[in-house]
């Protein structure tokens, strides 16, 4: 049975998964969205992968090369043992913007001891494996291209015989090798040595930006993962954050709840980019503000929930019905639907961020004014907005409610559009938006909260409630020694707290009854009992969820109620800032201070 068992590696261009025992199971290029060149996690039998395939007699202990984002995997056997570190290339050339992310993947084998034997199973199938390689060896490298589209190809260099590595044959390792996968044919010469110094630079990148992060006593290796992998998932190009590096990893095994994360959602790009300011990485901050800019052409432009990578608006959804999926779950999906949907709550992340840009970036003159107009673009949106029905943040398919945290976050993007105002000395602007702040409030008050149900309610007149509710107190709609938020905790625990987990919710949508645990809810529950003074349940809460990661302290976006097995797309750059901003909680809790190296 599959599971998701991976590390991954990246450069803030693309991105792969690599298992346990070092076969590259999933890989796009030349980018993050682009077509896969490998897809075993989807199929395995289809999918293609490139691994090392040696007898069981080998241990293999896989590991990150600490504080970066190279992936370290050890074969150790009788016969002999090797090392295998995978990397992409990452490292500042020339300016500080400029970054050197070659699409290509480097597979460095350091040789350590006895006559270690193995076989390379180099096998690409292109575009989901719809269309099969052709290899055509040269002198300096084997030259893979799509049996449909010649001009679709990429390059193997390696150390190794290129016929040994085509046809899978024995290799005993006698001293450090190399292979190397690119998009582009190299213009300089690719050796061992040059493999060692790009390793290197890559190596000294990834140590140097985790260094710029605060520091912690408690938890903070668990928080350096974290922020790696979600610097990991910030597009170089263009400043987008992504969801998650995978497509229609499935939410329950079986269910058809399988979706492409691959892409830039407001939301969660939003608070993505709060967690790495908060930890002290401000220019991811810049170049997302870059992409907002870029992605709005003018004034009248409209806003979205998501986008590609690239700004793209139209992210049409479709099916892959010749892959037979993670552990047989379909469809398969590339592109997302949702991108059409109405989201209330969706601009509320976002004017959250620019409030936190305002206060941390001064800025040029022109900057401060261009960021000053998307502010007015957003509140208008948001007045035009937020009496209407939503898909909420669970984008529901079936239906639109007025969903009560969709009316909070509103709040808060006007909220935080008032704050603004005041700090550029903008009164009118700042009088008339907290008029309607106070609208908003007034409206969650008088409709949201269910005195039925002593809770605020999912949506106006519903009997449910919901885990985004939780985040009430967080974004500052409510203290959290009011009494209807007390009880909107304990209600939601009560009705949504199983077996150690919480779910997202439990009423029937679509697709049914969601029957596993939304990763970051549980992360909301933490926080929540922490902010109402339940500080030793929300302190052993969090020791259990953290036991729930991978080997590597990963996590996927879902976890399944029995085996604690995780699901969903992977890595989930929701699961990972919101365990930063809990383990903040008990870090900060233990001592004040914080040390910089």
């Known amino acids: 049975m599959q599971d998701l068992s991976y590390g991954v590696i990246g450069n803030c261009k693309t991105a792969a998964l690599v298992s346990k025992r070092g076969s590259i199971d999933w890989l796009c290029l030349p980018d ?63 300016g500080d913007d400029n970054y050197f992310t070659p699409s290509e993947i480097y597979r460095y084998i350091r040789y350590i001891s006895g006559r270690p034997r193995f076989r390379i199973r180099y096998n690409p199938v292109l575009n989901y494996a719809r269309e099969k390689a052709v290899h055509h060896p040269h002198a300096d490298f084997i030259k893979t291209q799509s049996s449909v589209n010649e001009s679709d190809n990429f390059y193997l260099y390696s150390s190794f015989d290129f016929e040994t590595i085509l046809a ?13 996968l690119s998009y582009n044919q190299k213009l300089i010469t690719v050796d061992i040595e040059r493999v060692n110094l790009e390793y290197e630079r890559t190596k000294v990148y990834w140590l140097n930006w985790s260094n710029r992060s605060r520091k912690f006593i408690q938890y903070n290796d668990t928080i350096s993962r974290s922020l790696l992998i979600l610097k990991l998932m910030s597009y ?94 379909t469809p398969v999906r590339i592109g997302n639907a949702a991108y ?26 022109d900057e401060i004014e261009e960021i000053w107009e998307i502010v007015k673009g957003i509140v208008n949106a948001v007045q035009k907005d937020w009496r209407q029905m939503d898909h909420s943040i669970w984008e529901f398919r079936n239906k639109e409610e007025h969903f009560v945290f969709s009316k909070v976050m509103s709040w808060v993007a006007i909220d935080r559009a008032v704050r603004i105002a005041e700090m550029v000395g903008r009164k009118y602007h700042k009088e008339k938006w907290e008029k309607e702040a106070n609208l908003i409030r007034e409206d969650i008050f008088t409709h949201g909260w269910n005195e039925q149900i002593q809770s605020f309610s999912q949506a106006y007149g519903s009997e449910y409630v919901d885990s985004s509710l939780l985040l009430m107190e967080y974004y500052e709609f409510i203290e959290a020694h009011d009494p209807r938020y007390v009880a909107t905790i304990k209600k939601i625990k009560e009705e949504l707290y199983h077996n150690g987990l919480m779910y997202r919710y439990k009423n029937e949508d679509n697709f049914g009854q969601p029957s596993s645990s939304f990763t970051i809810c549980n992360f909301w529950m933490i926080q929540a009992l922490f902010a109402i003074g339940e500080e030793s349940d929300a302190l052993k809460m969090f020791h259990e969820v953290l036991t729930y990661s991978n080997h590597l302290g990963i996590y996927s976006e879902d976890l399944d109620f029995k085996t604690k097995r995780q699901l969903g797309n992977f890595p989930q750059a929701y699961s990972h800032l919101a365990l930063i901003n809990t383990a903040l909680l008990f870090g900060e809790k233990t001592t004040s201070r914080f040390i910089r190296p």
Request: proline share 4%.
């Open 32 to 94: 993050f969205d682009s077509p896969s060149v490998f897809s075993k996690i989807l199929d395995e039998k289809k999918g293609g992968s490139f691994s090392f395939q040696l007898n069981k007699q080998y241990e293999v202990v896989q590991q990150y090369i600490p504080y970066t984002n190279i992936l370290s995997i050890q074969f150790i056997s009788p016969e002999g043992s090797f090392e295998v570190i995978d990397f992409m290339p990452r490292y500042r050339i020339g």
């Open 168 to 180: 899978s044959r024995e290799i005993v390792l006698e001293k450090d090798e190399y292979m190397m």
């Open 236 to 329: 170089q190009h263009t400043g987008a954050v992504l969801a998650a590096i995978t497509t229609s990893i499935p939410e329950t095994i079986g269910e058809t709840r399988n979706w492409d994360y691959r892409f830039c959602w407001i939301r969660d790009a939003s608070m993505s980019i709060e967690t790495l300011i908060k930890m002290g990485h401000q220019s991811a901050a810049k170049r997302f503000m870059k992409f907002i800019k870029s992605i709005l052409h003018s004034k009248l432009d409209s806003f979205q929930i998501m986008y590609g990578i690239n700004g793209e608006r139209e992210l049409k959804e479709e099916t892959l019905p010749h892959l037979a999926g993670f552990n047989h779950s």
């Open 340 to 365: 059409t949907q109405t989201q209330n709550d969706s601009l509320g992340y976002l004017m959250d961020v620019i409030y936190h840009y305002y206060q941390h970036f001064p800025g040029t003159l």
